[in-house]
Structure formats: C-alpha cells, structure tokens
C-alpha cells in the first residue's frame, strides 16, 4: 500500500540555484559586514570601543548623505561621476561666501543652488543632447573640479563660522551631527522611494524604460528631477564635510564617487536599474567604513587599500552581473 505524501513541487536545479542567488542577493551584505565586524573585533583591540564606531559613522557619513541620490540615480539606469567634484565645489562656494561677510543662510543656499544646477546640467545633456550619463556625468567631474580650483584661485579658504562648524563637528546627545544628518537623509530617501508615487516610477523606468513611458511616465523629468536630487545632495555633503574639515578645499571629495559608487552597488542596486534597497545601500556604506577604519587601525598601507577598494567594487560589479543573469535565464 502506497504512502506518499505530497508537499509542493520540488524545486528543480535551476530554480534551487535561482534561489540561492536570490536570497545571497537580499542577505549577503548583511553577512559580509557581520564577518568583517567579528574579523576587526579580533584583530583590533580598540575596534569595538563607542569611540571608534563613532568615528566611523562620522567617516562614512559624508558617503552615505550622496549615497542616497545615487541610488535614486542607478535605479533608473544611470550613473553619476560627478559626485565628488559637486562636493568640492559647495564646499568651495560655502566658505567662500562666509569669509566674504555673506550670512550662513545664503552661503548654504548658493551651494545647494549649485547641486541643484549641476543636476540639472547633466540631466539636460543627458536628455537633450543624448549623450550616455556615463560620458556626461564623467565630463562634468572634470569640469567642476576645474570650477572648484578657480574659485580659491587653487588655495583653500579658511574662516568657516561657528553655526556652519556645528554641522560637522556637533553632537546632539553624544551623537555627531553628520551622523544625525546621513540618517535623516537616509530615512527621507526610503520614503520617497517605498511610499511615493515618485518612488515607483524611479523603478518603473529602471525597471523598463519604455514600458514606463507607454504608462504615462514623463522619462525625461523623471531624469531630470533624479540627477537634480543627487547633485543637491552631494552639495549638501561638501557642506558637511567643508564644516567638518573647517574649511573650503579644492580637492575636496575628489575621489569620493569610488567609494559612493561602490557603496550603493555593493548594499544590492543594480547597475541596470530597477532594483535595490536604501537599507541594503545603508548596510554598504557600513562595510566601506568598516573596512577603511580597519585597515588603518591594522596598518595596511595605503595603496594595498586602493586594491581592496577596487577589488570590492569589481566583486560588487561582477555579483550584480551574476544575478541579472540569473534572472534574465529565469
């Protein structure tokens, strides 16, 4: 006499491994930070104390704040180079017009004046001319670090006043500033995007672009509004991170988009648009920190974390191409 009992399908080996993807794809990055905080805890006997974790928050804070805007940008397809330079260039313009007797206010409000118009410079160029964000955003991040360096005629300018010093170097109940500030960035850009009808068609048009527009989705101001946001808040960044530093630098976030980019790819957006997680990005900029911190906390020389950096961001690249794969098979 027959017992067999039925519980569902089993799942086949392509479905098992489509599975397995998945779940590396929505867990993995939460692992990886956990190993890398249990191997410095062993390996560093000050990595775990409050004031280093501390200062790690404070280090990445500046990524995590652009972070958020290139997100917005990747999911729908895009990318932007420029982040690093926009920094510079607020911060620049920020102190600048301080220690020209301008009221806080306005400095700030020029700066993120420019975010704004470096958003929409590559968002016109983007639509209009047709030319790829990859080539357009890569242009611009000359082009404002070269607006960067005129503005201080290459020097740095000192004499930032104390309310602009509070945003980068404050704390509210033992918390810095910067910290308060990625959160609250971080927290405002996953509302947009889980809670918004903005938030949907971000990943409508990352999703598939024309079926989007056949929807009755504006692709080009979506565009526009997308780089608009992420230049807003990389200005926003060189702010902070001018008040932090005390002063306006011309090299200031140059070489930042590396870690930006390779933060928001690793926390699991696609490259190809539509998919990711502000949370998953959160946790990137975590391992990015936690790996710059531990590495100077075990004296790994300089250019050997240039090659882990890169490294990272292939691996992070190369997971990415995996999965789409993976789903394009499915």
Known sequence: MSTETTAGPVPQGGDRRRAIVARLAQYGIYFALLILVVFFTISSDVFLSS???LNVLRQVSIIGICAVGLTFVLLTGGIDLSVGSVIGVAGMTCATLTAAGFPVVVAVAAALAFG????????FIINEAGIPPLITTLGLMTTFRGVSYIIGGGLPVYGVPDTLKFLGQGYVFGIPVPVILMAATLAFGHIVLTHTRFGREVYGVGGNEE????????????????YALSGTLAAFAGIVLMARVNSGQPKGGEGYELDIITAVVLGGVSIFGGV??????????LI??????????LNINEYVQWVVKGSVLLAAVALDQLINRQGKSG
């Open 288 to 297: 990015m920190g936690v790996l710059a911190n531990g590495m100077i906390l």
């Open 51 to 53: 004031a280093n974790l």
């Open 116 to 123: 704004l118009l470096a958003g929409l410079i590559a968002g």
């Open 276 to 285: 990711g997680r502000l949370t998953g990005v959160l946790a990137g900029v």
């Open 211 to 226: 079926a989007a527009r056949l929807s009755g989705v504006n692709v080009k101001w979506l565009k526009y509004k997308v």
